[in-house]
T-cell receptor
Framework: NAGVTQTPKFQVLKTGQSMTLQCAQD?????MYWYRQDPGMGLRLIYY???????DKGEVPNGYNVSRLNKREFSLRLESAAPSQTSVYFC??????????????FGQGTRLTVV | AQSVTQPDIHITVSEGASLELRCNYS??????LFWYVQSPGQGLQLLLK??????LVQGIKGFEAEFKRSQSSFNLRKPSVHWSDAAEYFC???????????FGKGTTLSVSS
């Protein structure tokens, strides 16, 4: 039972470098999400995708781009990393958009440090 | 817009004592509410959820939560805390479109012996 898988688990970038965080789920969920977690801030939504081919901005989208490659995969790209993007990133999935009562399943997180 | 407030940043409870973690939400209609737990270095695990029916909801690991519409609260409780319950706890509400979960800032629970 893999659930939601994120890669890599850890990454150190230099300011200005780019990278892509990968996320895949094997639960046949329609909705996928990217959150960032910072101390004392809880989890803040970066982008989400209600279905394959659609993406929408969340609370803190600046500096990020996403791609919903297919139903399983949802990637997060940092085009030019900044120290303010040092954070722990979580990918999540849910069964259906609009199903308010369904819970999100989370990956193990990617700890990103930008120096 | 929906929001979630967890008033307590950090709580310390003695092992075997009871626990209550507070959560207040802001939402116009009937909310969909969740409690998640996060152990250090791990992802988030669902403890329980509420969307309708009985206002007292049972979850995993002996946790329960009570929805009180009049107080806009969804407090998490456990009658007897174990050392393994030390973790960070997040309350969340589904947004109006149901498309995402909005999280509180979390409460860190420490358990003393």
């Amino acid at each position: 039972n893999a659930g939601v898988t994120q890669t890599p688990k850890f990454q150190v970038l230099k300011t200005g470098q780019s990278m892509t965080l990968q996320c895949a789920q094997d639960m046949n969920h329609n909705s996928m999400y990217w959150y960032r977690q910072d101390p004392g801030m809880g989890l803040r939504l970066i982008y989400y995708s209600a279905s394959e081919g659609t993406t929408d901005k969340g609370e803190v989208p600046n500096g990020y781009n996403v791609s919903r490659l297919n139903k399983r995969e949802f990637s997060l790209r940092l085009e030019s990393a900044a120290p303010s993007q040092t954070s722990v990133y979580f990918c999540a999935s849910r069964r259906n958009p609009g199903d308010g009562n369904t819970e999100a399943f989370f990956g193990q997180g990617t700890r990103l440090t930008v120096v | 817009a929906q929001s979630v407030t967890q008033p307590d940043i950090h709580i310390t409870v003695s092992e075997g004592a009871s626990l209550e973690l507070r959560c207040n939400y802001s939402y116009g209609a009937t909310p969909y509410l969740f409690w998640y737990v996060q152990s250090p270095g791990q992802g988030l695990q669902l403890l329980l959820k509420y969307f309708s029916g009985d206002t007292l909801v049972q979850g995993i690991k002996g946790f329960e939560a009570e929805f009180k519409r009049s107080q806009s609260s969804f407090n998490l409780r456990k009658p007897s805390v174990h050392w393994s319950d030390a973790a960070e706890y997040f309350c969340a509400v589904a947004n109006q479109a149901g498309t995402a979960l909005i999280f509180g800032k979390g409460t860190t629970l420490s358990v003393s012996s």
